[in-house]
T-cell receptor
Framework: DAKTTQPPSMDCAEGRAANLPCNHS???????VYWYRQIHSQGPQYIIH???NNETNEMASLIITEDRKSSTLILPHATLRDTAVYYC??????????????FGKGTSLLVTP | SAVISQKPSRDICQRGTSLTIQCQVD?????MFWYRQQPGQSLTLIAT?????????ESGFVIDKFPISRPNLTFSTLTVSNLSPEDSSIYLC???????????FGQGTRLTVV
């Protein structure tokens, strides 16, 4: 299974961009990179995912390097409500019709006033 | 996105008893998963709940301890049997519609075993 490596914690000032890095050097060609976040005492929330192209939605942008060995999640204007643990996950197929999300330890992002 | 309802949201149980957690989805979904999150830890996949067949368990998790039912495409239960304090965790249900869609999570069930 492809593993991910993330810094354990990061700080970001409110209103600034938060750039969360993730290494996934053993990723296979057909494995997607997913990002979730977990705000304290809540279930994980889906943010974004991608295969090899950069992706953007209303929450964030995902930049994947050309060799796919690393990616960066960008929150363009961080707010205090973005304080959470952010998980970078490589989705692993477990059958022809199913997959699993193997959560690592994630990055604890603290957005400060 | 799917709306997932987990019941109970929390419970305190005596050791040696069992707790059954329910996961109800507002739409039919192909895949349902159960995760455990121990205090201060990340999520660990327990099993994939397969409709009409036995669940598929991850390494370290067995059916006798974590029996799972999935009678239809909108509902699943996870039972944590013969409870011990080490089972104190948050248990989360997750669903996905297909291989190409994101998974959504319930709010979790916080179990405390005393």
């Amino acid at each position: 299974d492809a593993k991910t490596t993330q810094p354990p914690s990061m700080d970001c000032a409110e209103g600034r961009a938060a750039n969360l890095p993730c290494n996934h050097s053993t990723i296979s060609g057909n494995e997607y990179v997913y990002w979730y976040r977990q705000i304290h005492s809540q279930g994980p929330q889906y943010i974004i995912h991608g295969l090899k192209n950069n992706e953007t939605n209303e929450m964030a942008s995902l930049i994947i390097t050309e060799d796919r060995k690393s990616s960066t999640l960008i929150l363009p204007h961080a707010t205090l409500r973005d304080t959470a643990v952010y998980y970078c996950i490589v989705r692993v197929a477990i059958s022809n019709s199913g997959y699993a999300l193997n959560f690592g330890k994630g990055t604890s992002l603290l957005v400060t006033p | 996105s799917a709306v997932i309802s987990q019941k109970p949201s929390r419970d305190i149980c005596q050791r040696g008893t069992s707790l059954t957690i329910q996961c109800q989805v507002d739409s039919q979904v192909t895949m349902m998963f159960w995760y455990r999150q121990q205090p201060g830890q990340s999520l660990t996949l327990i099993a994939t709940a397969n409709q009409g067949s036995e669940a598929t368990y991850e390494s370290g998790f067995v059916i006798d301890k974590f029996p799972i039912s999935r009678p239809n495409l909108t509902f699943s239960t996870l039972t944590v049997s013969n409870l011990s304090p080490e089972d104190s965790s948050i248990y989360l249900c997750s669903v996905a519609d297909s291989m190409n869609t994101e998974a959504f999570f319930g709010q979790g069930t916080r179990l405390t075993v005393v």
